[in-house]
């Protein structure tokens, strides 16, 4: 379920850059970029209402059991679109409810129910400059890029009951 992708060319250029980099440092950066953010991530924001958590939950419960190395791939695997079980599944959450995912996805790191960020790594310096940009933006203008940025991650679900 993907919504309409914004128009706003300053949000079209950032994620076009992100995508630009590989698929561990994407995840690098979108976790240094969650860090960054912290307490402003509330989930009484303003979409709250278009936000299923027992869906996000769901997911989430199931990627807690998986082992980290799986973690990781199911994290890679979203990333890369590959088509998968989960993925499928991500497909099949609406845009917020995907952002709520990844944000439970991030705070499990933190928890250590999801594999962490190994300690010593750095971010490149195209990354770096990245992340200044999205610090830059508003809030409400990070929200929307966020929304962008995962929106079109996973695989498409499939027809009819079958996930
Ligand atoms: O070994 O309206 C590497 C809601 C290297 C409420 C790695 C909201 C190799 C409703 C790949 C780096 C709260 C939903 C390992 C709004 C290696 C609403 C691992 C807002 C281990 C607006 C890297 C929600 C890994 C928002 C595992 C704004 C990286 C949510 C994982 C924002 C990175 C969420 C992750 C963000 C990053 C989540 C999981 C920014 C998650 C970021």
Redesign the pocket.
Known sequence: MTAAQTNDPKIKNLIEGIRKLDV?EQ??L??F??KE?GDS???A????ST?SPAVADGLFNQVKDLSHEEQ?QL?RDLINKADTVHTREYGSMSD?TK??F??R??QG?DAHT?????PS?ELSSQSKELMDKVKQLDFGIQ?EF?RDYVAPMGAEPKAGAEV
Do not use: S
């Open positions: 561990d995840l690098a979108f976790y970029i969650y953010m991530i509330t989930p924001a303003p979409g709250a936000v990781l994290q917020t952002l709520l990844w944000y996805l991030a790191m999801i594999i962490p960020m190994p790594y929200i966020f």
